[in-house]
T-cell receptor
Framework: EAQVTQNPRYLITVTGKKLTVTCSQN?????MSWYRQDPGLGLRQIYY???????DKGDVPEGYKVSRKEKRNFPLILESPSPNQTSLYFC?????????????FGPGTRLTVL | DAKTTQPPSMDCAEGRAANLPCNHS???????VYWYRQIHSQGPQYIIH???NNETNEMASLIITEDRKSSTLILPHATLRDTAVYYC??????????????FGKGTLLTVNP
């Protein structure tokens, strides 16, 4: 089954404790992206990657890092989480090459930073 | 990307057609109309997209007006599981670009038994 998976689905942590949220897709998609969703603010893009070893900042990259060493994986790293990073996070992927290809979203990771 | 306007909420009876409108009066010639939905805190789910012709798939139909300034998403036989926030998104899409989707507030569709 074609899908985007994220782990963990739920995470409660404390300020400053480094964490990684994993994202994996099995569709051989070139493009991957991370979003966060907050009440009243909609989905905002954090980082994106057009292919292996190619990443770039989205609209709200501060406090986050990403890497794209393999085509299927795009982990989101919070080196020193803070309470304002409490949010619902979504990973998405898409095949490159034009508008007929749509984005597939993962199930979400609900992060709480105390 | 052109701005879209959707009603904040709509109700529909189970088994009836749900017609969700979207205004995009500033749309340009190469911008596509996409519809996604999000069922309570789950990942957004693609529904359908189109440029200027009407489109239909197994989930829904998309009707785009001739001047392309508005569109309507039609769920032909709404079920309780179709209760969700529906997002209409307009954007240009070209190879090599960041395929960021900008989600507005959307329309909360509530399907009632």
């Amino acid at each position: 089954e074609a899908q985007v998976t994220q782990n963990p689905r739920y995470l409660i942590t404390v300020t400053g404790k480094k964490l990684t949220v994993t994202c994996s897709q099995n569709m051989n998609h070139e493009y991957m992206s991370w979003y966060r969703q907050d009440p009243g603010l909609g989905l905002r893009q954090i980082y994106y990657s057009m292919n292996v070893e190619v990443t770039d900042k989205g609209d709200v990259p501060e406090g986050y890092k990403v890497s794209r060493k393999e085509k299927r994986n795009f982990p989101l790293i919070l080196e020193s989480p803070s309470p304002n990073q409490t949010s619902l996070y979504f990973c998405a992927s898409r095949k490159a090459g034009g508008p007929r290809y749509t984005q597939y979203f993962g199930p979400g990771t609900r992060l709480t930073v105390l | 990307d052109a701005k879209t306007t959707q009603p904040p909420s709509m109700d529909c009876a189970e088994g009836r057609a749900a017609n969700l409108p979207c205004n995009h009066s500033t749309i340009s010639g190469n911008e596509y109309v996409y519809w996604y939905r999000q069922i309570h805190s789950q990942g957004p789910q693609y529904i359908i997209h189109g440029l200027k012709n009407n489109e239909t798939n197994e989930m829904a139909s998309l009707i785009i007006t001739e001047d392309r300034k508005s569109s309507t998403l039609i769920l032909p036989h709404a079920t309780l599981r179709d209760t969700a926030v529906y997002y209409c998104i307009v954007r240009v899409d070209s190879g090599g670009s960041n395929y960021k989707l900008t989600f507005g507030k959307g329309t909360l569709l509530t399907v009632n038994p």
